[in-house]
């Protein structure tokens, strides 16, 4: 019997995951010739505004799947969640058409990006988030910018999808590796590092 229980579960995980995309929009290049190589990255995450759809451990995953995936390519990288920032502490997602205060976040944190050294700056924002039962289709912005300057050096748009069934915190690694291995080909494929 215990057998069979693991067989179920194994076959129920690889559905899951089998159900889960991250598909990338063409990405637009605003300074040819940049490479994070050999550089520090400061990342502003923004994804927890939606940690009750995607789930708590899925973003830790995804954070430290994306430090990990970073250092693998000669990039230091520092996360900051928008809700551990001075001004997530206090905000509330009362309705789908409040404007997050993204800029807000990044001023308040400057000293802390200086201090880290940052060269360059990545913001990620969920975009758009659409529940159909079990299924959560997303679009989440990726955008890269000069530290120093403020200009836009690269971005793009992902559209994936995911299946929880009972729980958002299901397979929470499986998941984040479908969005950060996406996005880590993507800025391969852009000779971003």
């Given at each position: ?19 889960a ?27 927890d ?135 880590l ?9």
């Amino acid at each position: 019997m215990k057998i069979i229980k693991q067989i179920t579960l194994i076959v129920f995980l690889l559905a899951i995951s089998a159900c889960a995309t991250n598909d990338f929009d063409s990405a637009r290049t605003y300074r040819n010739g940049v490479s994070l190589k050999n550089s520090k990255l400061y990342i502003y995450s923004f994804m927890d505004l939606r940690d009750a759809e995607l789930g708590k451990k899925m973003l830790v995953a995804m954070n430290n799947q994306l430090v990990d995936g970073f250092k693998k390519a000669g990039v230091a990288a520092t996360v900051l969640n928008f809700k551990d920032s001075a001004t997530g502490q206090y905000f509330s997602l009362s309705n789908k058409n409040v404007q997050v205060p993204v800029k807000d976040v990044i001023l308040q944190n400057a000293a802390n990006e200086v201090a880290a050294g940052a060269n360059y700056r990545m913001i990620i924002f969920p975009s758009n988030m659409r529940l159909t039962g079990a299924v959560k289709f997303y679009d989440i912005k990726w955008e890269i910018y000069d530290a120093k300057s403020g200009q836009v050096v690269w971005t793009t748009i992902s559209h994936g999808k995911n299946s929880t069934m009972w729980s958002t915190e299901e397979n929470p690694d499986e998941r984040a590796q479908i969005i950060l291995e996406g996005f880590l080909n993507e800025i391969r494929a852009n000779k971003l590092i």
